[in-house]
């Protein structure tokens, strides 16, 4: 065993500037008998000199025979994730990812020169300052995106977000590249793409939504804490329905800081509050790339939130529409649909936001 030595002098006196210390560091291997640590873990500079061992009947320590330092690591395996889209939606994507040190490599795909490369490099070279380990690279060609847990579709840098006949054509592609990946619609123009990737596409609902409504639902909790002179940690909501013209907050299941809302808000408040709501959308770049961070650290076990989600119906051809819905993730996807239970007038509303 390694022992610990102090570096003091024992005269008091440090050594001069030109003067090379007078005793180096002595190391010392206590006897397999002696199970008395102090013998070395105490050692000190001298000249030569050492401790006398303990006895070997000695056992007020432990045994120095071996001695294992084991550390126990609970935390989740670390993946890879792909960003396809180097717009100004997944750069900042990148960029949370990669501060939050929750996964294990970070490929910017973007097929518009070398923006993917020079962004994923500007990342990287703040690794030292944000003190990440998070590899980021850029690539132009799509076929990078294999081997990847989590694939986030985003905005291009010449040309926005991925969404119409181009989105369904990018997930054709994706389907022959990473059919077993999850795929995730970070973008706010995306509801329609996650409606006709699982009923035209036959994408699994579970593995293809979409996490823009967790940036309203964060824009949402934000008034509530200005209106009631509070902390936005403190309350607690979700969206349901169809940004922007059917959104469904469910003022009954709302909490803050343990209260329910309709003891903190009355209701002047909350009509006030959800006149608001419509106006949010959509939630800029850095809010929607926050939105698909959390989706991606449930997703990889490093969080247990339920965030409000893009879902489809999970047989692909029910009579109701994608919508928002709250729901916990992980790493097969959407786990579970947890809809609150709602009283008469927002039942009401989420159905006709939802019903085809």
């Given amino acids: 065993m390694l022992a610990h030595i102090g570096a003091e002098r024992f005269d008091g006196r440090g050594p001069g500037p030109f003067e090379m210390p007078t005793r180096v560091g002595q190391m010392d291997v206590a006897p397999a008998g002696d199970r008395d640590v102090h013998t070395v873990c105490h050692e000190r500079m ?35 994730v792909a960003i396809l889209g180097a717009g100004e939606l997944g750069g900042a994507l990148a960029h949370v990812l990669a501060r939050r040190d929750i996964v294990r490599r970070i490929r910017l795909i973007d097929s518009a020169g070398q923006i993917a490369v020079g962004k994923a490099l500007d990342i990287m070279q703040s690794s030292p300052i944000d003190a990440f380990s998070t590899v980021v690279s850029g690539s132009i060609d799509l076929v990078t995106v294999g081997g990847s ?65 967790e940036a309203l639902a964060s824009a949402v909790r934000a008034l509530v804490a200005i209106d009631i002179n509070g902390s936005a940690k403190d309350v607690g909501l979700t969206v349901l329905g169809v940004p922007p013209a059917h959104t469904v907050v469910p003022w009954e299941d709302m909490t803050v800081a343990g209260f329910a809302a309709t003891r903190v808000l009355d209701e ?76 008469g007038s927002a039942a009401t509303a989420l159905s006709n936001a939802i019903d085809l």
Avoid at 52 to 64: E, I
Avoid at 282 to 291: E, Q, S, T
Avoid at 321 to 341: C, E, F, I, Q, S
Wanted: glycine residues 10%.
């Fill in 46 to 80: 001298r000249d030569g000199e050492t401790d006398s061992p303990g006895s070997t009947c000695d056992d007020r320590n432990l045994t120095t025979q071996l001695i294992v330092h084991s550390c126990q690591y609970n935390s989740p395996r670390m993946h890879d």
């Fill in 149 to 213: 847990t989590v694939v986030v579709i985003a905005d291009r840098a010449a040309g926005g977000e991925w969404d119409g006949d181009e989105g369904v054509l990018l997930l054709k592609q994706l389907s022959g590249i990473a059919r077993h990946s999850i795929i995730l619609c970070a973008g706010a123009r995306q509801r329609d793409l996650v409606d006709r990737g699982v009923r035209e596409l036959k994408w699994s609902s579970e593995r293809l939504f979409g996490s823009a409504p």
């Fill in 268 to 343: 002047p408040a909350r009509r006030r509050i959800a006149a608001k709501v419509a106006p949010l959308w959509p939630p800029g770049a850095y809010a929607l790339a926050a939105a698909a961070a959390a989706a991606v650290a449930a997703i990889a076990g490093y969080s247990r939130r339920t965030l409000s989600c893009f879902v489809a119906p999970a047989d692909g051809a029910g009579k109701r529409k994608t919508a928002a819905l709250p729901v916990r993730l992980g790493l097969n996807g959407v786990m579970a649909v947890d809809v609150p239970a709602l009283d």
